[in-house]
């Protein structure tokens, strides 16, 4: 019997839906090991293990500052972990203890954040390019939501590809009923729902979009997601170039997701880069059809599910959403496919590849 931690400070993040489904599952799987979950001091009353070889522990301290340097490693010394789980590259560097690290994507080693000071991102953004070749030569293992995350690792970091594990992730169904837009209603839409980000390629959408204007004068774009910086920028834009229609929601409830999913015409993906690109899979299990960018993982995850365009093309992009929209053929294979696809994935089986990780990494070191 081991002792594993996981770092679970993202637990309640977009981007911590991995660690948090991860940690549900397990409980379900694993009756061998021992658990501590780290988690944020406001994250204790959210997080409930049904598993009692589960326990939380409140871990204070913050990505990327050096109290996650020194009082985190303080931390995982005290526990005295068998091995660790790092559910994301931050992590104490020079942590010694057997650890495992999951590597999302390497989309911050190369693109900007136009809404930081520059100076400032590109100190931090050297530092991180640091962080994540001292991790990947550190880790006993490496996990990669896909293999175009895997191919990447050990090109950037210089590791052997048998380090690194794939496991792919899934798309959950959102349970909370269907919440309509009022605004929306009887109106044909596209959407994308996520972050603004440089590497999303909203600026070639919106562009793309003010051409589709000209033969869809009644269409429009619904971008979905907490208004920050970005968005506003984007805003600017479209005001800038005289592109109407287009919704920037802000934050949207689970229940108006679902809507958005189950009422659009298509869910556009226009993304640079991605390590798994669950958006559109999650779309693809509520019924849209999905056109999306052949950048990164995308073709690799959507498969034949999807209508894709070059990201970099902005015309290309239009022509893309044209094809499916005056297609009624087309839409329909591309919803038919979309369902068949997101059925290839299981959190069921990406926590057994975890936890197949686990026991390899402390096999070979005999713990």
Same mark, same amino acid.
């Given at each position: 019997?081991?002792?594993? #931690? ?30 501590? &979950? ?5 994250? +204790? ?13 409140? $871990? ?11 009082? =985190? ?7 005295? !972990? ?17 650890? #495992?690290?999951? +590597? ?25 390019? *640091? #962080? ?12 990669? !939501? ?7 690792? +050990?090109?950037? $970091?210089?590791? %052997? ?19 309509? @837009? ?5 109106? !044909?839409?596209?959407?994308? &729902?996520?972050? !603004? ?7 070639? @959408?919106?562009?793309?979009?003010? @051409? ?39 934050? #949207? ?5 679902? *809507?958005?999913?189950?009422? $659009? ?6 993304? =640079? ?10 779309? +693809? ?11 990164? $993982? ?12 070059? %990201? ?34 299981? *959190? ?20």
């Amino acid at each position: 019997m081991s002792h594993i #931690v996981i770092d679970a400070r993202q637990y309640t993040t977009s981007t911590g839906r991995y660690t948090y489904r991860l940690i549900e599952y397990l409980q379900n799987l694993d009756a061998q090991h021992d658990y501590t &979950i780290l988690l944020k001091p406001t994250d +204790m009353d959210v997080a409930e293990f049904t598993n009692p070889r589960f326990k939380k522990v409140a $871990c204070p301290y913050k990505e990327f500052t050096f109290a996650e340097q020194l009082g =985190l490693r303080r931390q995982l010394n005290r526990l005295k !972990p068998d091995l660790v789980h790092f559910g994301m590259t931050q992590q104490p560097v020079l942590y010694k203890g057997l650890h #495992v690290t999951t +590597m999302h994507d390497l989309t911050t080693l190369r693109f900007d954040n136009p809404a930081k000071n520059h100076l400032v991102f590109k100190t931090k953004q050297r530092v991180y390019k *640091w #962080v994540n070749h001292r991790v990947a030569q550190s880790s006993q293992r490496i996990i990669a !939501p896909s293999h175009f995350v895997q191919k990447d690792i +050990m090109n950037y $970091c210089q590791v %052997p590809v048998t380090k690194i594990v794939v496991t792919y992730e899934s798309a959950d169904s959102i349970q909370d009923p269907a919440e309509p @837009l009022s605004v929306l209603e009887g109106r !044909p839409f596209i959407m994308y &729902i996520g972050r !603004p980000q440089p590497h999303k390629n909203l600026g070639r @959408l919106i562009e793309a979009f003010g @051409l589709l204007r000209n033969v869809y004068p009644d269409l429009q774009l619904v971008l979905a997601g907490k208004k920050d910086e970005l968005y506003r920028q984007h805003e600017e834009q479209a005001v800038r170039q005289g592109i109407g229609g287009i919704l920037f929601t802000d934050f #949207v409830s689970e229940g108006q997701l679902r *809507w958005l999913y189950e009422h $659009c015409l298509a869910y556009v993906f226009p993304s =640079l880069s991605e390590g798994f690109g669950l958006p559109g899979l999650e779309a +693809m299990r509520h019924g849209a059809p999905v056109i999306s960018s052949n950048a990164a $993982c995308l073709p690799e995850i959507y498969g034949p599910a999807a209508h894709y365009f070059d %990201p970099l093309n902005t015309r290309a992009i239009a022509e893309a959403i044209s094809q499916v929209l005056s297609n009624d053929q087309l839409r329909q294979e591309l919803i038919d496919k979309g369902r068949q696809q997101v059925g290839k994935y299981s *959190w069921d089986r990406m926590a057994r590849q975890t936890l197949d990780v686990y026991k390899q990494a402390l096999d070979e070191y005999g713990r």
